[in-house]
């Protein structure tokens, strides 16, 4: 049998009924996973076959599915009924699907009467064009052995990118006939993962599906360094039954990289429980937690030991949190070098929710260490000590991140410009979407002299941090040098005048200076 069109291409060789052909296939897999296909009898088959698909309009009339080919689709084999084996192999090297191009996909099986062989690989590369965001990457590739409704498999899946992961399972599942009902047994035998720079291995455990039920018996993911995750019980619409989610130490960056969260950057070391109840019981699941964060940061600035707890809100389709972090921490008295301890106590209250990607959490700062302004004026100063408070919100939705409200900051921060440090207390910066607005704030040297700033930072979803600040100088140190070396001169300037600084990250601050020395 031969077919030639633009669209396809085939040639089938050798003893064949083209009325059982779908049936000689399905009886080959079915003698391996008789659970799901029964076996039909057919006529005697024996025959070679190779098919070639092609891009074309017709394609797209036998299916809504959102695909394109790129190059042509080739699957060739052979079928042989009498000796119970079959040969299929597929290469497909470029196929588009719902906007993402995969690249080099191809599937290798084969069938004998003891066993079904299964091998296939897939890659994709989505290319970035921002400068702020990698390209992304990712291979696919898994082998299987079939039997007996039994699938052993070899999975490894590994991505390139904002995250780097490489994933390795080994899982055996048992498919078995429970009252009508197909069961699942899940076995994980040892096996590894790598996220970012840390290596996890995964337990020998189990998991049982039947129905919409999910049962996990002590699922566990370890590093060396003795953190853990680890799930347990059942994932039912029975409100008695839980499923649990124990932590020790895991680093709360790893968490938020996995479901792509970087707008802000936080760290920690995550301990404690999680409680699902009512998993499968539709869009009404009951979710509570408690947790602790030791040393948790935002913008690698510390703000302390978290207590959280947080619960799931139906309403919103997401999560209410509520936590309260205290950092105890040294802070210097205004420019004079002296250091006195200080107590910051940030509450946070509000809710995240991924469905409708959206966020609230309003936030209240009392004496919160600055050292996390690293993060937002990092391009104008350095050194940046001291304390903030005032009521703050984080916003969404996710993909697009703001702060708002007002602070009012107690700082020592250094320019970067002319190295001079300042101090800045009292006043207050206006926190507005994409704008951190500074308005006529006091800014003073370590002599008290005091001079006006005025500027302000913009940014998109806290990152492209741009800046444009000015200067009113009255007999202000506007230059304080002790060393004298081919970069700089010894000298110690007071002035009068103007100063403006603007810039962005990642590039060259432009100075301007209209002064008067006094």
Not at 10 to 34: E, R
Request: charged content about 20%.
């Amino acid at each position: 049998y031969a077919v030639m069109s633009d669209m396809l291409k085939a040639d089938i060789t050798g003893q064949v009924n083209l009325q059982d052909l779908t049936a000689g296939f399905a009886n080959q897999i079915a003698k391996h996973l008789p659970l799901f296909i029964r076996q039909k009898p057919t006529a005697d088959l024996d025959f070679d076959y190779s098919l070639q698909l092609s891009e074309s309009p017709v394609l797209h009339y036998l299916t809504s599915a959102d695909f394109y080919l790129n190059s042509p689709v080739k699957l060739y084999g052979t079928l042989c009924s009498s000796s119970s084996t079959m040969t299929a192999t597929l290469d497909a090297p470029s196929v588009t699907y719902n906007g993402q191009a995969y690249d080099n996909i191809s599937l290798a099986c084969s069938s004998t009467p003891s066993q079904l062989k299964v091998h296939a690989i897939a890659n994709s590369l989505k290319e970035s064009y921002d400068d702020e965001l990698p390209s992304e990457s990712m291979t696919l590739d898994v082998t299987a052995d079939v039997h007996s409704n039994r699938v052993a498999s070899d999975i490894y899946l590994n991505t390139n990118g904002r995250n780097n992961i490489a994933i390795h399972l080994l899982p055996t599942v048992q498919f078995k006939d429970s009252i009508g009902k197909t069961k699942t047994d899940i076995e994980l035998r040892p096996s590894h993962a790598v996220i970012n720079d840390t290596t996890w291995t995964v337990s020998p455990s189990s998991i049982e599906l039947y129905g919409k039920d999910i049962v996990c018996h002590n699922v566990r993911f370890a590093n060396n360094s003795n953190s853990y995750l680890n799930i347990d019980g059942k994932a039912t619409s029975d409100p008695e039954d839980a499923l649990v989610v124990d932590l020790k130490d895991v680093e709360i960056k790893y968490i938020l990289s996995l479901i792509d969260f970087d707008a802000v950057r936080f760290a920690g070391k995550t301990s404690g429980t999680i409680t699902m109840n009512n998993v499968m019981a539709g869009d009404n699941p009951d979710l509570s937690a408690r947790i602790s964060v030791k040393n948790l940061t935002i913008q690698e600035g510390p703000l302390g030991d978290a207590e959280i707890k947080a619960r799931w809100d139906s309403e919103i389709n997401g999560i209410v949190v509520d936590g309260r972090m205290v950092d105890l921490y040294a802070v210097q008295e205004s420019l004079t070098g002296n250091e006195r301890s200080m107590t910051g106590v940030t509450t946070v209250s509000g809710w995240i929710s991924p469905a409708k990607n959206d966020m609230k959490l309003d936030i209240d700062t009392r004496n919160t260490n600055a050292a996390f302004l690293h993060g937002f004026l990092g391009g104008v100063f350095k050194e940046i000590n001291g304390h903030v408070s005032g009521p703050i919100s984080v916003i969404g939705p996710l993909n697009d991140v703001n702060i708002v409200g007002k602070a009012v900051p107690n700082l020592n921060l250094r320019l970067r410009a002319t190295n001079v440090p300042y101090h800045i207390e009292g006043d207050t910066i206006s926190l507005q979407p994409y704008l951190f607005d500074f308005r006529n704030i006091s800014l003073f040297d370590r002599f008290g002299h005091e001079s006006v700033l005025n500027g302000r930072v913009t940014h998109k979803n806290m990152k492209n941090f741009k800046y444009d600040f000015d200067v009113k100088l009255h007999e202000l140190l506007a230059y304080d040098e002790k060393e004298f070396n081919s970069d700089k001169f010894l000298a110690t300037v007071f002035a009068d005048g103007s100063l403006s600084i603007s810039g962005s990250d990642g590039h060259p601050l432009y100075v301007k200076a209209q002064i008067t020395p006094t």
